[in-house]
């Protein structure tokens, strides 16, 4: 079992910057695939960034390849989202996720950890 708890979100004006944190806690994080999500009010959870258990492999939804990097720190048991030029469209509550995997998905139900999310508002 792990457990998660996102934390770093706010309030940001467009083109600015905010560093997210996961913190996981539990046995045998650094067997397990990370990723970020992220939803806005009606719509569905989407795909944003994960990254393999040993950080050498990433994934990038289109929309934030070139703004968004995902790292992660296995001695800190630690999963961070750097985002970039951000703009009012990447306003949503962000999610880390897990999975005891060794490759790494863009779909939410392969993901088995969840933590309940941080706000990230980006004015215009």
């Known amino acids: 079992q792990v457990q998660l708890v996102e934390s770093g979100g706010g309030l940001v004006q467009a083109g600015g910057s905010l560093r997210l944190s996961c913190a996981a806690s539990g046995r045998s994080f650094s067997n397990h695939a990370m990723a970020w999500f992220r939803q806005t009010p009606g719509k569905e959870r989407e795909f944003v960034a994960a990254?393999?258990?040993?950080?050498?492999?990433?994934l990038y939804d289109d929309s934030v390849k070139g703004r968004f990097t995902i790292t992660r720190d296995n001695t800190k048991n630690m999963v961070y989202l750097q985002m970039n030029g951000l703009s009012p469209e990447d306003t949503a509550v962000y999610f880390c996720?897990?999975?005891?995997?060794?490759?790494?998905?863009?779909?939410?139900?392969?993901?088995?950890?969840w933590g309940r999310g941080t706000q990230v508002t980006v004015s215009s």
């Open positions: 996720a897990g999975r005891a995997d060794t490759n790494i998905w863009s779909y939410r139900d392969r993901y088995d950890y």
């Open positions: 990254t393999t258990p040993d950080g050498t492999r990433t």
